[in-house]
């Protein structure tokens, strides 16, 4: 299995920060990751597909980049409404796999 | 608009199983794969399986193997998914989720999931 190691595991910011959040896959999976974000009791919500594809909808302070094994999304301006879990999911080889979330806090 | 709806909450002592449904609207049921995903209260995100609607075969994560039954229902756009021998283990939010294929390359692939359901909990209790 592929696993997928996400850290930091929380954070904590304040609004307008810069964040950024890191996955490492423990072998190449090409650009096949995509990035979640989690609000409690709320179903995921797709925000960057194929690494760095912004899902429609989503804001442009949103950004992902990477390929092989070293992913990162970026949060250029963080906004009250970001205050989430973030995952990363690798679809390039069964079982699919999640890193283990970033929380990210108001500081 | 693209919508998954799933079945409502269930509660199940260990040992039994239990069957959730995941309905969707608004796309071609079958040109699009389904996955299913678990969260344990207070836990991530856990992949389970897939389904291809389309012809119906699936695959189910090892750890799930033996345990887990994924079905569909073309005349209803519907979903299924069983889980037997339950233990508590078990307890948890379950989703569906829409997952586009990529054909690219000729062949098509399962990608990653754009649309979720509402998910369903799952309590295991004695």
């Known amino acids: 299995d592929i696993q997928m190691t996400q850290s930091p595991s929380s954070l904590s910011a304040s609004v307008g920060d810069r964040v950024t959040i890191t996955c490492r896959a423990s072998?190449?999976?090409?650009?096949?990751l995509a990035w979640y974000q989690q609000k409690p009791g709320k179903a995921p919500k797709r925000l960057i597909y194929?690494?760095?594809s912004l899902q429609s909808g989503v804001p442009s302070r949103f950004s992902g980049s990477g390929s092989g094994t070293e992913f990162t999304l970026t949060i250029s301006s963080l906004q009250p409404e970001d205050f989430a879990t973030y995952y990363c999911?690798?679809?390039?080889?069964?079982?699919?796999?999640f890193g283990g979330g970033t929380k990210v806090e108001i500081k | 608009q693209v919508q998954l709806v799933q079945s409502g909450a269930e509660v199940k002592k260990p040992g039994a199983s239990v069957k959730v449904s995941c309905t969707a609207s608004?796309?071609?049921?079958?040109?699009?794969?389904i996955h299913w995903v678990r969260q344990a209260p207070g836990q991530g995100l856990e992949w389970m399986g897939i389904?291809?609607?389309?012809?119906?075969?699936?695959h189910s994560a090892q750890n799930f193997q033996g345990r887990v039954t994924m079905t569909r229902d073309t005349s209803t756009s519907t979903v299924y998914m069983e889980v037997t021998s339950l233990r508590s283990e078990d307890t948890a939010v379950y989703y569906c989720?829409?997952?586009?294929?990529?054909?690219?390359?000729?062949?098509?692939?399962?990608?990653?999931?754009?649309?979720w359901g509402q998910g369903t909990l799952v309590t295991v209790s004695s």
């Open positions: 389904i291809n609607p389309s012809g119906g075969s699936s």
């Open positions: 608004g796309y071609t049921f079958t040109n699009y794969y």
């Open positions: 194929a690494a760095s």
């Open positions: 989720a829409r997952v586009p294929p990529d054909c690219s390359g000729g062949n098509c692939y399962s990608t990653n999931p754009d649309y």
């Open positions: 072998q190449g999976i090409r650009n096949d």
């Open positions: 999911l690798q679809h390039n080889s069964y079982p699919l796999t």
